[in-house]
Every structure is written in C-alpha cells, then in structure tokens.
C-alpha cells in the first residue's frame, strides 16, 4: 500500500490518471449493467404477451364484430392501450396513425385457437385473428418493458453524470493550486515582486510554486540592487556635474561652449529623471498635494510652448475645477506628455483638451505625426525603451518620459493611455482622480 500511495501523493499526473481510468471504467460498468438489464427484462416481457393477449382478445373480436365496427375497435384500443389492425382485400385499418411494426411482414409461430395464432415480428409478439373474412391484428401500443427500461436508462445515466460530475469536482480540485500560480505569475508580471504564493503540496506543483516564489525572491534582489546602484551613481555624478557647469561659465563664449552646455544640461535631466523615476516606483513614496485648478494649471505650464512652429490649440472648459495633486510631479508629467507632441508632432498642430468626469479629470494630448507602430505601443512606456533605436538623442530621447508619466499618474490612482496609428498621429490620455490615494496635504 505504502508503494501506491507515495507516488499518488507526489505525483499530479498519477492522480489524474487514476481519476480519469476510474471514471472510464466506472462510466462502462454503468453503461454495460443498464443495457444487460434492459435486455433482460425485454427477453422476459415477450414471453409473457401471449398468455395476456389468449386471455382478451376473444372478447375484443367480439366487441367490435365481423364486419368491424371501427367506432368500437378506437374505443378499445384507446381503453386498453392496443394497437389495433384490421385487413381484408379492400380495407387496411389502423388504430395508431403510428403504426409502428409492419404486421403484414410478421411470421407464423404457433396456432392458439382455430382462429387465432401468434406471430412474430422485430422481437415481438402478435396476436393475428381470422374472422368473417377480415384479418385482425392485436399488440401492445408500445412494449411493455419500455417504462422499465426508460427508469433503468434513466438511472444509468444518472449514475454516470454522478461520476463525471465527482471527476469534475476532483479534477477542479487538483488544479486550484494552477490557478493560485496564474494569480501569482500574473501578479508578478504586474511588478507585485512581494507576492508569494502560498502552497504545502509535495507534487510538481509544489515543486513549481517554490520555484515562482524563488523566482521572485531573485528578481526583488536584483531590482532593489540595481536600484541601489542607480541611485547611488545618480548623486555621485552630481557632483562632477555640478563642478563642469561652473567651470562652464568662465569659458569663453563660444559654439563649443554652448554645445557642451546643452550636453551638460541634457546629463543632469536624465541624472533628475532617474532619480524621481526611483522615488516613484519607492512604495514608501509620498506625494505632496494641494489644491490646484487644474485647467487653468495645464493652461500656464501650455504658454511655455507657445514657440511650437505647429502651434498649440488648448481645449479647457469655462468651469474650472479643483483637484489636489503634488504640483511639481504633475508639472513634470504634463511637460513631458506636450516634449513628446511637440518631438514627433512633425510640425502639425497638437491639441491639448481638458475634461472633467465626475470626480476624475481627463487630459488628452494630440499630435498629427509619424504615429508609433502596434508593437511597441505595451512597452513604450518601459523605461528606456524608443520605438525606433536609430533615433538620435534630440528627437528620441532617453526613452524616459512616457515611463515618468506613467510613474507620476499611476501614483496618484491614475492612468496614462497611448493609442496611435501610423502616419495619423498619437493620442496620450491621462486620468487623474480628484484625490489621490495617499498623500500629505500641502497646509
């Protein structure tokens, strides 16, 4: 016993096989016994109808009379559940319009009376009467058995739904820990690198669930430790940054010199980048709200690309409304949505819209430019990540500005949308609760 039960225990797909052949031979065992007994009971009840029949069927003749009375026959064989045939050279009557068996096709078995015999047709028994010139023809409307073996069918099949539905049962159950992994892997995906999976099973997916949770276990190591090192490098470089601007400005005016002030200048913006992004993806991160009209907000951070050759259109309703935001972030986020509109707007006008929904406000940046392919529209908002890798830094970025949006929208219960078709241009949508989920309010 101990030999079969170990690899029960620890193997899935010895359980399932044991289920799935036990239900395979339960499922025949039923099926083989309700055909056995049907059969059965059938043999027996023929065997009996001619001893029922000789008992009634002089009766009956003489009810309905030769030449018949065929108002008399339906009433008979309506009252006694008959069926009823009547044939002579000119006449083929019927009480069931059914007329399931062929009695012109049955066969002599043996004589009952002078008049009477009994015949055979389909496994069947039939009682055929010659009287006054006419034929008549007696048996049951339908068999006797049949109530019988419709129950027993009935039955079989009862039984055998029963056990599909049990395998079904143990089946869900097995698999409930797939579904735990599911959750899990999807979690994970998700960024939930804290989720764990809880299982006790000693099978393979036992084995699988501490291998996702020790999966997770290393990519939360090796993202805290990059994140570590990033921040680190980030402020060290700050400070030799710091040292090329002032040394910057005691050299003379020249091309060069403004050259290496804007590479100076696009360093210490992606240096301020990485470290916000970080500081977001912190879940100990606290945004700082207050009060802000927010279409009047988005207006004033709008007028500083009023030099855009495409030309802005601004769309803000009459009716301004207050939502509480961390000011600088949404600043940040809103300057980055209009740099990408304004980097890939191919000089067409861009549309900034405003809308407020219920207790959510809607901001909706357009551009008419080259459009971002299908397949990088899921990772285009991953850091890092350009569309087109030939892009030069001036017109592709550092691949951190969508990724900040999301960042900065998300932590305020938010969400940022990108749909684009090529050559036709990119919608970003951002939604903004009117509070955000956690916060210290600004007094």
Same mark, same amino acid.
């Given at each position: 016993m101990i030999t079969l039960v170990e690899p029960v225990n620890k193997s899935l797909f010895f359980r399932l096989f044991l289920i799935f052949g036990i239900t395979l031979v339960l499922f025949l065992i039923i099926i083989f016994a309700s055909l056995q007994l049907t059969s059965n009971e059938r043999d027996n009840a023929i065997e009996t109808i001619p001893d029922y029949?000789? $008992? &009634? +069927?002089? @009766?009956? *003749?003489?009810? *309905?009379?030769?030449?018949?009375?065929l108002g008399n026959a339906m009433r008979l064989a309506n009252e006694l559940d008959w069926t009823i045939n009547i044939r002579n050279p000119i006449m083929r009557w019927s009480s069931d319009a059914e007329n399931r068996l062929n009695v012109d096709a049955s066969q002599y078995l043996e004589t009952l009376t002078t008049e009477a015999e009994r015949r055979t047709i389909s496994n069947e028994d039939i009682i055929m009467v010659k009287r006054g010139g006419y034929d008549f023809y007696f048996?049951? $409307?339908?068999?006797?058995? &049949?109530?019988?073996?419709?129950f027993v069918l009935y039955i079989g099949l009862t039984l055998a739904a029963l056990v599909l539905f049990i395998n079904y049962l143990m089946v869900n159950k097995l698999l409930d820990p797939v579904r735990l992994l599911k959750e899990g892997a999807e979690r994970i995906e998700k960024g939930d690198l804290n989720f $764990?999976?809880?299982?006790?099973?000693?099978?393979? %997916?036992g084995e699988l669930t501490e291998s996702i949770n020790h999966m997770a276990d290393s990519l939360q190591?090796?993202?805290?430790?990059? =994140?570590?090192?990033?921040?680190?490098?980030?402020?060290?470089? $700050?400070?030799? /940054?710091?040292?090329?601007?002032? =040394?910057?400005?005691?050299?003379?005016?020249?091309?060069?010199?403004? #050259?290496?002030?804007?590479?100076i200048d696009e360093?210490?913006?992606?240096?301020?980048?990485? %470290?916000?992004?970080? #500081?977001?993806? &912190?879940?100990? @991160?606290?945004? +700082?709200?207050?009060?802000?009209?927010?279409?009047g907000f988005v207006k004033s951070i709008a007028k500083q690309f009023e030099t855009y050759?495409?030309?802005?259109?601004?769309?803000?309703?009459?009716?301004?409304?207050?939502?509480h935001l961390d000011k600088l972030r949404v600043r940040l986020l809103i300057t980055n949505l209009l740099n990408n509109a304004i980097r890939h707007g191919q000089a067409e006008p861009i549309l900034v819209k405003v809308s407020f929904d219920k207790d959510r +406000?809607?901001?909706? +940046? /357009?551009?008419?430019?080259? !459009? *971002?392919?299908?397949?990088?529209? @899921?990772? /285009?908002?991953?850091?890092?990540?350009?569309?087109?890798?030939?892009?030069?830094?001036?017109?592709? !970025?550092? !691949?951190?500005? %969508?990724?900040?949006?999301?960042?900065?929208?998300?932590?305020?219960?938010?969400? %940022?949308?990108?749909?684009?078709?090529?050559?036709?241009?990119?919608r970003l949508t951002v939604s903004l609760p009117r509070h955000p989920p956690s916060s210290e309010a600004k007094q």
């Open positions: 029949f000789t $008992r &009634n +069927v002089e @009766s009956v *003749i003489q009810d *309905i009379g030769a030449p018949p009375n048996y049951p $409307r339908s068999m006797n058995d &049949n109530n019988f073996t419709y $764990r999976v809880k299982s006790n099973r000693q099978d393979e %997916l190591s090796m993202l805290e430790a990059k =994140r570590q090192l990033l921040m680190a490098i980030s402020h060290e470089l $700050r400070t030799p /940054i710091t040292k090329a601007k002032l =040394r910057l400005e005691f050299m003379p005016t020249s091309k060069e010199k403004t #050259q290496l002030r804007e590479d360093i210490d913006l992606l240096i301020s980048d990485l %470290l916000e992004a970080e #500081q977001l993806n &912190n879940e100990h @991160s606290v945004l +700082v709200a207050e009060p802000v009209e927010f279409a050759e495409g030309g802005l259109k601004i769309d803000i309703p009459e009716e301004d409304e207050i939502f +406000v809607i901001l909706k +940046v /357009i551009d008419h430019g080259e !459009g *971002i392919p299908e397949k990088h529209l @899921s990772q /285009i908002t991953e850091p890092f990540y350009r569309a087109d890798s030939s892009r030069q830094r001036n017109t592709g !970025g550092f !691949g951190l500005g %969508l990724y900040l949006c999301r960042l900065i929208a998300e932590a305020h219960g938010g969400s %940022l949308l990108i749909h684009s078709e090529m050559e036709k241009g990119t």
